[in-house]
């Protein structure tokens, strides 16, 4: 049996009494999904002492270097979110890979990174409409995962998490329908071998309370990785709520 897990990116949004605000509201109480949330770098410590407080979720990176340490300026190192108290990192995230030119293969090293410290990399992987139109979902997200299972033991995977998140339904609204996001997660699974079976595969792109059900009740969908809908703390515990 798979946990569920609910993850919260709230990108770049926030200040510092939004935070406070938020995991002062945050209700998890009668959530048994695991669940966690993922600020911008400068809130992770105030993020880390609400989750030890609470004890009811973990905090998360929304990048990393694929560096250890030295002479990258701006860059933050698996160590350094380690010591924040920080247990997920997200890895290649479709805004990465395309404001940012993240490549596949920059994204492995960054999965490599984070399991060399122990943080549980959150791959995200996804095909944008056009790829969709022209039917190359599959071979997108099998290209995304072959990069790093080049670089990994395939036990790895037993130590991270899978995000789909189609490009086209991030931020817009629009949701994969659960039968077509189903089928995506199933070819996902079958993709990681033989540990597939353990590996928690969240769906991401405009879950809100409203749509979580639907999504969650599909045998291959373990969760969510929410973007807007994880600013409002109600919101997001509705959504953490509705993954049993
Ligand atoms: C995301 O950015 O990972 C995401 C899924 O965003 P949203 O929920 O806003 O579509």
Not at 25 to 52: G, H, K, N, Q, T
Not at 170 to 177: D, L
Not at 192 to 209: F, P
Request: aromatic content about 8%; hydrophobic content about 45%.
């Amino acid at each position: 049996m798979r946990i569920s897990l609910v993850a919260a990116n709230w990108k770049m949004n926030g200040n510092r009494t939004f935070a406070e605000r938020f995991f002062t509201d945050l209700e998890l109480e009668s959530v048994s999904a695991d669940v966690v949330v993922c600020p911008p770098f400068p809130y992770l410590s105030l993020a880390a002492r609400a989750a030890e407080e609470k004890g009811s979720f973990a905090v998360g990176g929304q990048n990393l270097s694929h560096e250890l340490d030295g002479a990258f300026t701006g860059e933050v190192s698996a160590h350094m979110l380690l010591d924040c108290n920080v247990r997920y990192v997200i890895v290649g995230h479709s805004e990465r890979r395309s404001f940012y030119h993240e490549t596949s293969e920059l994204v492995a090293k960054k999965f490599v990174a984070a399991q060399a410290v122990n943080l549980i990399p959150i791959l995200c992987v996804g095909e944008t409409l056009q790829e969709r139109d022209q039917g190359h979902t599959l071979e997108v997200v099998a290209s995304q995962l072959q990069a790093v299972k080049a670089v990994i033991e395939e036990d790895a995977w037993k130590r991270s998490v899978v995000a789909y998140e189609p490009v086209w339904a991030i931020g817009t609204g629009k949701t994969a329908s659960p039968e077509e996001a189903q089928s995506v997660h199933k070819f996902i699974r079958t993709q990681l071998g033989d540990v597939g079976s353990k590996v928690q595969i969240l769906y991401g792109g405009s879950v809100k309370s409203a749509n979580a059900s639907a999504l969650f009740a599909q045998a291959d969908i373990d969760g969510a990785l929410v973007g807007g809908a994880s600013l409002d703390a109600r919101e997001f515990a509705g959504i953490c709520r509705a993954a049993v």
